[in-house]
Nanobody, 123 residues
Framework: QVQLVESGGGLVQAGGSLRLSCAVSGRIFSINDMGWYRQPPGKQRELVAAIISGTGTNYADSVKGRFTISRDSARNTVFLEMNSLKPEDTAVYYC?????????????????WGQGTQVTVSS
């Protein structure tokens, strides 16, 4: 009922840039928080950046000043602009969305994940 489609990953040299996109579709009633997580090889998934509804944005210390999260509410899409990329940014990046769906007369809230997109930064 809900689909999150990510795009924009790839291979880039250190110092380069990439822009990730995550488009949300389906029987959406409302979208609350949107964010990006990443999972480096052999490590746990970690928060990279998030847009918290009514509050603003927050970033992992390791990406502050280099990454920018933004949202296009009209298109239900969240972006992650990544600049000055480093080899340690190499990971699978996942979109994460807190939203509500309408099923008949019922409104159900849940958290959904994208399929992940690989970002590889070479030194």
């Amino acid at each position: 009922q809900v689909q999150l489609v990510e795009s924009g990953g790839g291979l880039v040299q250190a110092g380069g840039s990439l822009r990730l996109s995550c488009a949300v579709s389906g029987r959406i009633f409302s979208i609350n928080d949107m964010g990006w997580y990443r999972q480096p090889p052999g490590k746990q998934r970690e928060l990279v950046a998030a847009i918290i509804s009514g509050t603003g944005t927050n970033y992992a210390d390791s990406v502050k000043g280099r990454f920018t999260i933004s949202r296009d509410s009209a298109r239900n899409t969240v972006f992650l602009e990544m600049n000055s990329l480093k080899p340690e940014d190499t990971a699978v990046y996942y979109c994460n969305v807190d939203l509500a769906i309408r099923e008949g007369l019922r409104i159900t809230r849940g958290v959904y994940w994208g399929q992940g997109t690989q970002v590889t930064v070479s030194s």
